[in-house]
């Protein structure tokens, strides 16, 4: 039997973030989507997470996909904010970004983390034995139960379209520590996350 945390369905109508509503800095925008609502309408059904954990990629951040130059893959960092990078990592996830800066500037938001808050039944038919609390904690486990793949990588996040942001509740404390699973930069304080979450990804020592 699966023990649910009984997350509630967003109330009324989502109101689609705009750009003007983004931080037009990357740092700022890792802290101001902790809360926002990323929505999936893929496969004719509608998901949704609050996201509650990020990591900053900042302009020149070696760590970053970006840090070298712009690439075919890489193109989306590249974006006005507010648009989608999707890569694959381990040659079975993906992984999704938003991208932060102005248009030829790459850098990104990594979506780490979020709680489920609507379509849990779909994302249960894609991850079949997790629990409510794990089927977003991680981006790849996120990726997965929102079936976002690299055919999302440079969506406009911000207009109509099967992978969106909408506007959803406050934070009410944000965490800060050390990026997880880097070797470059690795002691840059830029990942941020909702204290308290149980959905957080990562060691229990960096979620305090």
């Known amino acids: 039997m699966r ?8 109330e009324g109508r989502l109101r689609r973030l705009r750009r003007a509503d983004l931080a037009a800095d990357t740092v700022a925008l890792a802290q ?5 609502v990323l929505v999936s309408d893929s496969e004719g059904m509608r998901c949704a997470v609050r996201i509650v954990e990020t990591e900053a990629y900042v302009p020149g951040d070696p760590a970053a996909h970006a840090y070298r130059r712009e690439t075919v893959r890489n193109r989306s960092l590249f974006l006005r904010r507010g648009h989608a990078y999707v890569y694959l990592i381990y040659g079975m ?20 983390a979020g709680e489920p808050v609507a379509g849990i039944e779909a994302m249960w038919a894609r991850r079949p034995h997790a629990t409510v609390r794990d089927l977003c904690r991680g981006p790849g486990k996120l990726a997965t ?10 969506l406009d996040l911000t207009e109509p379209g099967p992978l969106w942001l909408a506007a959803g509740s406050p934070v009410p404390e944000i965490g800060t520590s050390v990026r997880i699973g880097i070797t470059q930069a690795a002691d840059r304080l830029l990942r941020f996350y909702e204290r308290g979450s149980p959905h957080l990804s990562g060691p229990r020592a960096l979620n305090r």
């Open 93 to 112: 996830y993906f992984c999704v970004n938003v991208s932060s800066e102005t248009a030829g500037v790459g850098a990104g938001v990594l979506i780490r």
């Open 145 to 154: 139960s929102l079936a976002i793949t690299r055919l999302f990588d440079g």
């Open 32 to 36: 101001q989507l902790l809360g926002t």
């Open 3 to 10: 023990r649910s945390l009984s997350p509630s369905p967003p």
